[in-house]
């Protein structure tokens, strides 16, 4: 009952969020964030409504797959190597930690060769910090346009996690820039390039995310209870 509750409580503070912020609430998605926790209650979660979860470790992720009853939706949200981009090919439908060309083209292949494509976002590291993974507010205009050659991928957004704050508020200028980005990046057209969503904001800084226009918003300990 507890992760029910909990459900009922963070949509209602995001459609709270998307109103103050004139939005239409149905404009912003939470992505549940399962990571460490067991499939059972991702399955409890998904008997109180919510269809997609988010993962960090493939290993962990791939053995959960397996164990989930409820037919969900996933994405993979976490940092991601290329000698793993495999095991997930074809069982996620949106990678959120795309960060440099060779993963791209590894998630490329490993779709291609499933005759798939696979949605991917953009990971842009606004805060610069070196404990982050990303790539610059700078190179990232560039990144996306060799992206979008490949075949079997389709960028759709970018990602970003800023610095923990205690105050949400002051996460808010990255939020922003990461907005910016994406107006940027879409006002170059590049075929075949979406800058749609916008994948930021976690359980402490969600509402401040939503003000600054996320359409993807992961959240887990307030909703799955803290690790």
Not at 15 to 25: D, F, L, Y
Not at 46 to 64: C, D, H, P, R, W
Request: aromatic share 6%; glycine share 8%; hydrophobic share 45%.
């Amino acid at each position: 009952m507890e992760i029910a509750a909990n459900l009922h409580r963070i949509r209602q503070q995001i459609a709270a969020a998307a109103i103050a912020a004139e939005r239409n609430p149905a404009d912003v998605r939470l992505v549940a964030v399962s990571k460490t926790k067991p499939a059972v209650l991702v399955d409890e979660a998904a008997g109180a409504g919510q269809s997609l979860f988010g993962e960090n470790y493939v290993q962990e992720f791939v053995a959960k797959t397996l164990e989930v009853i409820a037919p969900v939706e996933w994405h993979f949200i976490g940092h991601l190597q290329s000698n793993k981009v495999k095991q997930i090919a074809g069982i996620v439908s949106m990678i959120h930690s795309v960060d440099r060309l060779s993963l791209a083209q590894e998630i490329d292949r490993q779709w291609g060769r499933i005759g798939q494509v696979c949605a991917i976002l953009i990971q842009v590291n606004v805060s610069g910090e070196a404990t982050k993974s990303g790539t610059t507010s700078e190179e990232a205009t560039n990144l996306v346009r060799q992206v979008a050659l490949l075949e079997n991928v389709r960028i759709c957004g970018l990602m970003t996690m800023p610095p923990f704050f205690d105050n949400p508020e002051a996460a808010r200028p990255y939020f922003r820039e990461l907005r910016l980005l994406a107006a940027e990046i879409g006002a170059h057209a590049i075929p075949g390039v979406s800058m749609k969503e916008l994948s930021m904001g976690m359980s402490g800084d969600f509402e401040a995310a939503i003000a600054e226009g996320a359409t993807l918003v992961r959240i887990g300990s307030a909703l799955f209870g803290s690790r």
